[in-house]
């Protein structure tokens, strides 16, 4: 029995000694959420919302946080269906509001409260930042999907 159990032991091991896994937000290629979805901000990742935020988001783009985001009909469910295909995943927890509504922000997910908590009010505040939606001034790789801890700076 041992020798059966040992290596599997051993293998479990080792994969509890590795560093956590950096989590992969890089973006699937798609041409039509490119060029809708980051003119005004960078694409943000599909894997950061669960695909009820997204079907929510979806359905009101004249009304985007302030913004008209409005786009043909085709493109829209195209967008939609790339979104919710991708949405969500093991680690994105939960992205809904005290009121079980599907929150639109990533930005007021538990999980980004979470990985944020130790960046003070005057640090969200400083106007090279001016929105915690403004991922690109501490994550400079966050177009490319790239948010490890490592590669995050705190702008001035
Ligand atoms: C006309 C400009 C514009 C376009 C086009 C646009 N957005 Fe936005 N988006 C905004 C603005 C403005 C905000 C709010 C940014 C802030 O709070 O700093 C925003 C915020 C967001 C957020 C929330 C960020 C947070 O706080 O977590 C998501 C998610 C998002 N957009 C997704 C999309 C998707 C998906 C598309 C393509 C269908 C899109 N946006 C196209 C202007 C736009
Ligand atoms: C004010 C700077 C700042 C802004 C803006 C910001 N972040 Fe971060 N982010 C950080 C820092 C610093 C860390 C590392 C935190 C730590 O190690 O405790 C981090 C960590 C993360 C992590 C965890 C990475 C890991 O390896 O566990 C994710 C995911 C992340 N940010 C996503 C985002 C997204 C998405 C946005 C925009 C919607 C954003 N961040 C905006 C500074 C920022």
Redesign the pocket.
Known sequence: MKRIIAPSLFALLAALALPAQADSYRLPKNAV?EE??S???IA?PPQM?HADSWRA??GD?SR??????S?DEKHRVA?TDF?VANAGGRKTGDTRDAQGKPL?????TARFAKKHREISAATWKRPSI?????CAACHPLAAAGEYSDHSAVSPK
């Open positions: 959420f809708e979805c003119s005004c901000h943000f919302l988001m979806m783009l985007h946080f302030g913004s008209d985001a786009i967008i979104l639109l922000r990533i930005t007021e001016k929105s915690p939606a403004n």
